[in-house]
């Protein structure tokens, strides 16, 4: 399964909520080999961790029995069950994470979007057409001022994830910004 899969994101946040703290320095991932051992005496290590969280590159696909190790972490019998469980719940779920943020619907055009993340990133999206947004500042990002790109939701303390970004002449990518922590500002700002 990929590590960027609605399924996998939850997982994470589950296992977040579990332990009462969020997973995004080295030592939040050593401490989660712990609790993971003292929970049900398995082992994992921190470098499997980091890559699941997105906190270093590695495999794209997370193997099966890593995921049956942390749905067992979270008192489920396999993977399976956990998806079962998740996509139950989905409905709450979906209202909770998309209470804070900005949607691109709700966006017209003409309107900007501030957003800022780690370590001292910050950008503004010009809103161009439906979904479709260019950059009109950007201050310490790899995005420039007149790229573009697709986007539908803005959300506060997840990865902003965008799609057809094109940059000068380069053929449209997909990007994430803000992929470890997520973003720290949304700000909708309306033109009159």
Same mark, same amino acid.
């Given at each position: ?13 589950? =296992?977040?909520?579990? $332990?009462?703290?969020? =997973? ?15 929970? =049900? ?13 997105? @906190? ?35 409905? $709450? ?21 501030? $957003? ?44 902003? @994830? ?10 449209? $990518? ?19």
């Amino acid at each position: 399964m990929s590590k960027n899969s609605p399924e996998i994101l939850l997982l994470r946040k589950a =296992i977040e909520t579990s $332990v009462n703290r969020p =997973i995004r320095t080295p030592t939040d991932f050593d401490f989660l080999v712990g609790a993971i051992w003292e929970r =049900i005496h398995q082992t994992i290590s921190s470098t499997t961790l980091k890559r699941l969280w997105g @906190y270093i590159d590695g495999a794209d696909v997370t193997r099966p029995a890593t995921l049956d190790l942390l749905a067992n972490f979270l008192g489920f019998d396999h993977w399976e069950a956990f998806v079962a469980d998740a996509a139950a719940k989905s409905e $709450v779920e979906s209202e909770v994470l998309l209470g804070q943020g900005v949607r691109s619907s709700d966006v017209a055009v003409g309107d900007l979007v501030q $957003v800022e993340w780690l370590p001292n990133r910050r950008c503004t999206f010009r809103c161009i057409d439906c979904d479709k947004f260019e950059v009109v500042e950007a201050e310490n990002s790899k995005l420039h001022v007149g790229d573009r790109f697709e986007c539908t939701l803005f959300l506060l303390h997840e990865p902003l @994830y965008i799609d057809n970004l094109v940059q000068q002449h380069h053929a449209p $990518v997909s990007f994430v910004c803000g992929n470890k922590n997520g973003l720290t500002k949304v700000r909708h700002l309306p033109q009159r």
